[in-house]
């Protein structure tokens, strides 16, 4: 029976291929005859592989013999590699992805250092551990339908990461015997890098941005704000230089984090700073102590200013649309508005003074703004007073004209 | 008249034939009686709408009517003309003032029944001028092109296309389009500087060839008191006296509208955008108000007809048996007296104040 | 007429003042209407109405690689003068939190202060926040003005 299965097989591959313009290709000629899923979706996947593309077949990772139509072309006399097991999946992954002069030819720009990178990963460090549940090459960019990472239909394309990563992380019963949250990417969506990575700007980073991709590893509490640093630059600067850097180093609290989260990360409010009920501050400081005194003085420059621009822009609006001219004080105010914006930088000096050398500035520029704005409201009162003058001159000339009426109209004496 | 007017008007007979003119100023008069006062309305109107043709052709020094330059040629007479605010305010108040004054003068008319024989064509010209202002009224509110305006006039518009068969015609040949956009920006501007103004002057002479020609009406009841011996006729000449008094009424109009574009200065609002959504409480201008609160109360469907429609057409028989009064109060020819007309009038009046009132809640 | 001359005489005073005050009033508040009038028929020193040109400056006044802002309605633009000589004219309200950008002449690109964002000559945000480009506005020499016009 499997003499006979076998026979079939073989002439069926052999009538398959007799009109396959590649007659290299044996493979996929006989696979994509197959019945077994698993067998079948190479061959069927394998054309819009970017390695495909470029020009390689089966045979360049897998071995064997393209032109050979029998079974043995799977044989390893033939070079035959077969599936390669788990844990041996980087390593023949990386026989060329690691090998620069057979790379160099086909993309000069690749990097060749992905496996030693892979190895000094949580993943990597397991795999040889013997752990096959964590991700390998081909967990991350599928196998033989494998797209470049610019396609938007990559697994691994920025847009795509955060959707990969969470195929295991996400999944709590997969992750269980690991002991480590399954919440981030969750977390993540709501954050507004996945907002402005939805919109489609790339430079939004994704799980790989701040963990590394083939070296995958969570940074260290130490490294976080250098992490941060890479993109919101004038902030790590800052928080270097700030009286946290020592006590969050001393206490062993990641910089940037402790405040704004690690995954979900959202817009910033005013209120963050302060004492109010939304005060990140008061998570470490209570009343009396000079830090919780600093952001009362931090809180309270940023209300002001943004309560000074606030008013300044209403009477401006006020004016502008009763038709006055306030184009001069309108652009004097967005210096204003830039000072508030760069205050909100500074707040992370955590010192009041660099943040009132901003608003100070500011106040004087929306309060000018602001006079301007009343100034041409009253202008709109002193026209009255020319109206004073016309009323005047109606006034004499309704008396005029009565009186003449008076006149032509009295009784003549007799 | 003096020395100096007669050297003028011979002057002025010598070359065109104007001894007509000298007649007429000395032989007009006045009736003085108890509703006089009445008389005055007429002539504020045409102060008014003379006050409108000046601010108007000052406006149209500086105005440019597309929608990239309208709002801001009328910011830029309003922040760097000289005087640039007062023509505009003046004009924007005259309009209001003369549409009032308008209204007031054509019920006065009808209460005082002097559209009654012979002056029947005097009253369907002067209804026909008072349609011609709202067309002014309407077209000049767009102008600007602000958002309160843009959107109005989306509104206004709209209505007109719900008419059956002509509707649509008539909704495209007053948008320019198929919406409101710089076509209709440029339509409304050649409508209200030219076509209506055009009208308006045909209309107006014709109306005052007749007013001359028939003199002033008396009321029936003033006429009936004098033929019973109960009131003495009395009446002043046109020249001087009465024209001194109507100056007085023009001079206080001035004052009027000075104060009020001093006071109350007339806003300039945002720049009209066509995509944003319209803001709430868009409505017309007060004058169209009671028409616009009664289709708001008009059910979708009335039996088988669509509600605003009937309304529309509600209206436009309404004023077209307004504007046949004349013909229609017949008994009035005859000096008989005719409550049921008058009724109808104090009607019309409660209606339009309080659909209007209604309408600013 | 047998009217005594006094009488006559009392009037005759009377009658000219009236028509002083009546002549005077009527000059007057003609006046007080027709200077409004004529000051408004002369055009302001400002000629153009329309908001989308604008005179940025005199072109001898800006040296090549170096750049200036200026006024553009109630909004900050920035003028900029090639290494080459020819100008570039952007609105310098930057896309991110509309703080006001400047010509970097070390790096030959637009940057804003407030977070580190960068802009090429194109006006193309290359780096940092700012999500979407500068808006680019079209630069005409006109005799010795530098007139910048916004796009319709």
């Known amino acids: 029976m499997k003499t006979a299965a076998a026979t079939f097989l073989v002439l069926m591959c052999v009538l398959g291929s007799a009109g396959a313009d590649s007659a290299k290709n044996s493979c996929v000629s006989c696979h994509s005859l197959l019945e077994d899923a698993r067998l079948l979706k190479p061959a069927q996947l394998f054309d819009g592989d970017v390695h495909h593309q470029a020009g390689l077949t089966c045979v360049d990772c897998h071995g064997g013999n393209p032109n050979d139509e029998s079974l043995n072309a799977m044989s390893p006399a033939q070079g035959f590699r077969g599936v390669p097991k788990k844990a041996a999946i980087p390593e023949f992954c990386a026989r060329c992805h690691s090998d620069a002069a057979y790379m160099h030819p086909f993309n000069p720009k690749l990097r060749v250092d992905q496996l030693s990178e892979y190895l000094t990963s949580v993943h990597g460090k397991k795999l040889k551990q013997g752990d096959a549940k964590v991700a390998a090459c081909v967990d991350c960019h599928g196998v033989h339908n494998i797209l470049a990472v610019a396609d938007t239909r990559a697994p691994v394309n920025p847009s795509n990461v955060a959707t990969t990563c969470g195929r295991c992380h996400s999944d709590a019963a997969y992750m269980k015997e690991y002991k480590i949250p399954t919440d981030q990417v969750a977390h993540y969506k709501k954050s507004v890098h996945a907002e402005i990575l939805a919109q ?185 007073k020319g109206l004073g003058v016309a009323l005047i001159t109606i006034f004499v000339a309704i008396a005029g004209l009565v009186l003449k009426i008076r006149q032509i109209e009295a009784k003549p004496q007799s | 008249m003096n020395g100096l007017t007669h050297k003028a008007l011979t002057w002025l007979d010598e070359r065109f034939g104007a001894g007509a003119i000298e007649e007429f100023l000395r032989h007009k008069i006045i009736p003085i009686h108890r509703h006089t006062i009445w008389y005055y309305f007429g002539g504020m109107t045409l102060f008014l709408f003379i006050i409108q043709v000046l601010t108007g052709i000052l406006l149209l020094l500086y105005y440019r009517p597309t929608p990239n330059d309208a709002f801001e040629s009328v910011q830029y007479m309003m922040t760097q003309v000289r005087f640039g605010w007062l023509i505009r305010s003046v004009h924007s108040w005259s309009a209001n003032l003369m549409i009032f004054t308008a209204f007031v003068h054509m019920f006065s008319v009808y209460f005082l029944k002097a559209y009654r024989k012979p002056r029947e064509l005097t009253w369907v010209s002067g209804m026909l001028l008072l349609f011609i202002i709202m067309g002014f009224g309407f077209s000049g509110y767009l102008l600007p092109w602000n958002t309160l305006a843009f959107f109005a006039t989306k509104v206004g518009t709209e209505m007109a296309g719900s008419v059956p068969i002509v509707g649509k015609w008539f909704l495209v040949f007053l948008r320019g389009g198929e919406e409101v956009t710089g076509a209709t920006l440029t339509r409304f501007f050649g409508f209200h500087v030219a076509v209506l103004p055009g009208l308006c002057t045909t209309l107006l002479a014709i109306h005052l060839m007749l ?65 944003a959504a319209a803001p709430a409480g868009i409505r017309p ?72 009132w209604l309408a600013l809640r | 007429m ?151």
């Open chain 2, 285 to 356: 201008e007060w004058y169209f108000l009671f028409m616009f609160q009664t289709l708001k109360y008009l059910p979708s469907k009335v039996l088988f007809i669509d509600g605003e429609l009937l309304g529309i057409f509600g209206f436009s028989a309404a004023a077209l048996v307004w504007v046949a009064v004349p013909f229609l109060d017949r008994r009035i020819g005859f000096g008989r007296t005719t409550r049921f007309f008058t009724g109808a009038g104090i009607f019309v009046i409660g209606y339009m104040v309080v659909f209007s």
């Open chain 2, 211 to 275: 007013v001359q020609q028939l003199g002033m009406s008396v009321p029936p009841g003033v006429e009936r008191a004098i033929a019973e011996g109960r009131e003495t006729k009395r009446s002043i000449p046109f020249f001087p006296n009465f024209l001194l008094r109507d100056m007085i009424g023009w001079y206080a109009a001035l004052g009027v509208l000075g104060a009020l574009a001093a006071v109350f200065p007339w806003e300039l609002g945002a720049k009209a955008d066509p995509f």
């Open chain 1, 200 to 384: 489609g700007d790339t430079s939004a980073p994704t799980c790989t941005t701040c963990h590394g991709n083939h070296g995958a590893t969570p940074p260290g509490v130490k490294s976080v704000a250098n992490v941060c640093g890479t993109c919101h630059v004038f902030f790590a600067q800052l928080f270097e230089k700030s009286p946290h850097q020592a006590a969050f180093a001393q206490m062993g609290l990641p910089g940037c984090v402790q405040c704004h989260s690690n995954h979900e990360i959202v817009k910033p409010s005013d209120t963050w700073v302060g004492t109010g009920a939304n005060s990140v501050c008061s998570s470490c400081h209570t009343a009396g102590d000079a830090g919780f005194k600093s952001s009362q003085a931090i809180a309270q420059n940023l209300a002001k200013l943004d309560l000074a621009i606030a008013q300044a822009d209403t009477v401006l609006d006020t004016a502008e649309r009763a038709g006055m001219e306030v184009s001069n004080a309108k652009l004097q105010l967005a210096s204003a508005h830039e000072a508030l914006i760069k205050a909100r930088v500074n707040v992370h000096t955590f010192r009041d003074a660099e943040v009132q050398k901003i608003t100070d500035p500011g106040l004087v520029i929306a309060k000018q703004a602001d006079q301007a704005g009343v100034a041409a409201l009253q202008e709109l009162n002193i026209r009255r």
């Open chain 3, 2 to 152: 047998s009217v005594p001359d006094n009488p006559e005489k009392a009037v005759q005073p009377g009658r000219r003042w009236v028509n002083v005050l009546l002549g005077g009033g009527l000059a007057a508040s003609v006046v007080s209407f027709i200077y409004p009038a004529l000051r408004y028929i002369i055009p302001p020193p400002v000629a153009e109405s329309t908001s989308r040109s604008v005179v940025a400056g005199r072109a001898a006044e800006l040296k090549n690689n170096t750049g200036k802002i200026f006024k553009f309605g109630s909004k900050p633009a920035l003028l900029v003068r090639m290494p080459d000589g020819t100008f570039r004219a952007f609105t310098a309200v930057c896309t991110h939190l509309n703080c006001t950008v400047q010509y970097r002449d070390d790096l030959h690109q637009i940057w804003c202060a407030c977070h580190n964002g960068l802009y090429d000559l194109e006006g193309r945000n290359v780096s940092g926040p700012p999500p979407r480009p500068l808006e680019v506005y079209e630069v005409h020499v006109q005799g010795e003005d530098v007139v910048v016009t916004r796009k319709a």
